[in-house]
């Protein structure tokens, strides 16, 4: 079991909260104001915290210090992206993910390190991939047989710069499609993975503890 701390006690803050914690997890939900709080169901059992959902005392009161992840899922922007630094660099939450309305602001976003989902194409599962590793397993395609699966990768920052042939060579994975800048790009001779890139690759389903144990750790450093 971990604990997570939800911003925003809308209809996808709700959401996220009730299927975490049917999943056996903890919860906090923030909102500034709490008669958000009446769409949650009458037998949540999360921590309701009434205040801003980037001030440090509202943070620590909803557990950010021990959380798993932190998902800033209200109608601000400004305030989901702000919500989401504090977290993250203040209380070093390892797994964030912002709600944004204007996708022009992708390109920022990520080069602040931040996964982000757009509204346009706003979906609760879509934030439950990034804040719980298991969701990485599902994937977004599974070929037939349930042998293959296309899914998100996580890779160490010292895999920066090596190009993405180097990174399937170590791990034995295929990388279908990369996320930069907001935007999907297709992986030509000679493309590195760079900073706030999201790799989306096929792999063995079977393999996929040890893909994630291999691109955990940092490249091997070549011999002299």
């Known amino acids: 079991m971990a604990h997570f701390v939800i911003m925003g006690c809308g209809r996808v803050g709700a959401t996220l909260a009730h299927t975490l914690e049917d999943a056996g997890h903890s919860v906090a939900i923030i909102d500034q104001d709490d008669r958000a709080f009446r769409r949650l169901r009458s037998g949540f059992t999360g921590r309701k915290v009434t205040g801003v959902g980037f001030d440090r005392d509202t943070l620590k009161q909803a557990g950010c210090e021990e959380a798993y992840a932190f998902a800033a899922v209200s109608s601000g922007d400004n305030s989901n992206i702000l919500a989401t630094?504090?977290?993250?660099?203040?209380?070093?939450?390892?797994?964030?993910?912002?709600?944004?309305?204007?996708?022009?602001?992708?390109?920022?976003?990520?080069?602040?390190?931040?996964?982000?989902v757009a509204a346009v194409r706003w979906s609760a599962d879509q934030v439950l991939r990034r804040i719980l590793p298991e969701q990485h397993l599902a994937g977004d395609y599974r070929e037939p047989s349930g042998r293959l699966v296309l899914s998100e990768v996580d890779l160490n920052e010292g895999w920066i710069g090596h190009p993405l042939t180097a990174i399937e060579a170590a791990?034995?994975?295929?990388?279908?499609?990369?996320?930069?800048?907001?935007?999907?790009?297709?992986?030509?001779?000679?493309?590195?993975?760079?900073?706030?890139?999201?790799?989306?690759?096929?792999?063995?389903?079977?393999r996929s503890a040890e893909v994630a144990r291999v691109l955990a750790g940092a490249p091997a450093k070549e011999s002299e």
Not at 183 to 203: K, N, S
């Open 85 to 116: 630094r504090v977290a993250r660099e203040t209380f070093h939450v390892s797994h964030v993910v912002a709600r944004i309305y204007d996708p022009g602001r992708a390109e920022i976003y990520q080069r602040l390190g931040i996964p982000t």
């Open 171 to 206: 791990s034995g994975i295929r990388i279908a499609f990369l996320t930069r800048f907001g935007e999907g790009v297709l992986p030509q001779a000679g493309t590195a993975y760079q900073e706030g890139d999201t790799v989306h690759a096929m792999l063995n389903l079977d």
